[in-house]
Nanobody, 122 residues
Framework: QVQLVESGGGLVQAGGSLRLSCAASGRTFGSYAMGWFRQAPGKEREFVAGVSWGGRSTYYADSVKGRFTISRDNAKNTVYLQMNSLKPEDTAVYYC???????????????WGQGTQVTVSS
């Protein structure tokens, strides 16, 4: 069983920045593809960013490309999402997710965090 705990959400003005962190339990974090998803009120959960198990490959939704950066520190069992130039439409609950099995891109998460709220005011 893997537990994922997000932190770093909050309220920020448009144009500002936030960094989300996701700490994972377990000794096989290095074998997981990791990702961030988000869900805004009344909308379906959507993919935001992903990083391969080794950290060499990253993937982004078109809506955040150039503004968000995903990274991971396997020594700390932690994945990060640096969010810059935030917009009101980025307001959502952000979820950390993990997919086991040495996959390159997360597509079918096996584990989810509880979510952290990000609110961007205009």
């Amino acid at each position: 069983q893997v537990q994922l705990v997000e932190s770093g959400g909050g309220l920020v003005q448009a144009g500002g920045s936030l960094r989300l962190s996701c700490a994972a339990s377990g000794r096989t974090f290095g074998s997981y593809a990791m990702g961030w998803f988000r869900q805004a009120p009344g909308k379906e959960r959507e993919f935001v960013a992903g990083v391969s198990w080794g950290g060499r490959s990253t993937y982004y939704a078109d809506s955040v490309k150039g503004r968000f950066t995903i990274s991971r520190d396997n020594a700390k069992n932690t994945v990060y999402l640096q969010m810059n130039s935030l917009k009101p439409e980025d307001t959502a609950v952000y979820y950390c997710a993990a997919e086991t099995g040495y996959v390159r891109k997360i597509t079918t998460p096996d584990y989810w965090g509880q979510g952290t709220q990000v609110t961007v005011s205009s």
